[in-house]
Antibody, heavy 116, light 108 residues
Framework: EVQLVESGGGLVQPGGSLRLSCAAS????????MTWVRQAPGKGLEWVAN????????YYVDSVKGRFTISRDNAKNSLYLQMNSLRVEDTAVYYC?????????WGQGAPVTVSS | DIQMTQSPSSLSASVGDRVTITCRAS??????LNWYQQKPGKAPKLLIY???NLQSGVPSRFSGSGSGTEFTLTISTLQPEDFATYYC??????????FGQGTKLEIK
């Protein structure tokens, strides 16, 4: 059974940093692109970033470029999102997902609140 | 950037109704269009991929069509469990995927 479990969310002040993790199981992690999608309270889905199977290609939505870094450790079956210089508008539930274009499996989400 | 626009933004319907949601892309995306269902407090669920392919385990009352810039999601006979928010997503360019703003389907 495919499982994705996010961790690392929480409350952080504006300008602070947070690192999200996503532990994958039930599939060959190194065989898939992985992605992060977020959802602000009461809002729609926003794609944030994705990473190629071996980590060689990474893409980001414009609003997080230069502040967020996506990475993966295929030996640990884990995906990460390092978030720096956090802003109030980054407050959201962050989902990791397995993707091959469509995102066919999603984690349960990690809430991130940026507030003073 | 490719912009995705869904219509309507909200929709009221009754159990047993046939419902259609439209998604338009700001440029041609071929058939790289996916549909998701999301219920409150839950992660999204993939329903349809590459415009018209039903994801495994999804009931056959869901169908998708379209290509280029205009796409539709149809629910043939609404069931109580179908009341949710639906999103389209383009996967034409892995440089920047994007979602539609969502369509909230409510009980009339």
């Amino acid at each position: 059974e495919v499982q994705l479990v996010e961790s690392g969310g929480g409350l952080v002040q504006p300008g602070g940093s947070l690192r999200l993790s996503c532990a994958a199981s039930g599939f060959t992690f190194s065989g898939y692109w992985m992605t992060w999608v977020r959802q602000a309270p009461g809002k729609g889905l926003e794609w944030v970033a994705n990473i190629e199977k071996d980590g060689s290609q990474k893409y980001y939505v414009d609003s997080v470029k230069g502040r967020f870094t996506i990475s993966r450790d295929n030996a640990k079956n884990s995906l990460y999102l390092q978030m720096n210089s956090l802003r109030v508008e980054d407050t959201a539930v962050y989902y990791c997902g397995r993707e091959w274009g469509p995102i066919d499996y999603w984690g349960q989400g990690a809430p991130v609140t940026v507030s003073s | 950037d490719i912009q995705m626009t869904q219509s309507p933004s909200s929709l009221s319907a009754s159990v047993g109704d046939r419902v259609t949601i439209t998604c338009r892309a700001s440029q041609s995306i071929g058939t790289y269009l996916n549909w998701y269902q999301q219920k409150p407090g839950k992660a999204p669920k993939l329903l349809i991929y590459t415009a018209s392919n039903l994801q495994s385990g999804v009931p056959s009352r869901f169908s998708g069509s379209g290509s280029g810039t205009e796409f539709t999601l149809t629910i043939s006979t609404l069931q109580p469990e179908d009341f949710a928010t639906y999103y389209c997503q383009q996967s034409y360019s892995s440089l920047m995927y994007s979602f539609g703003q969502g369509t909230k389907l409510e009980i009339k």
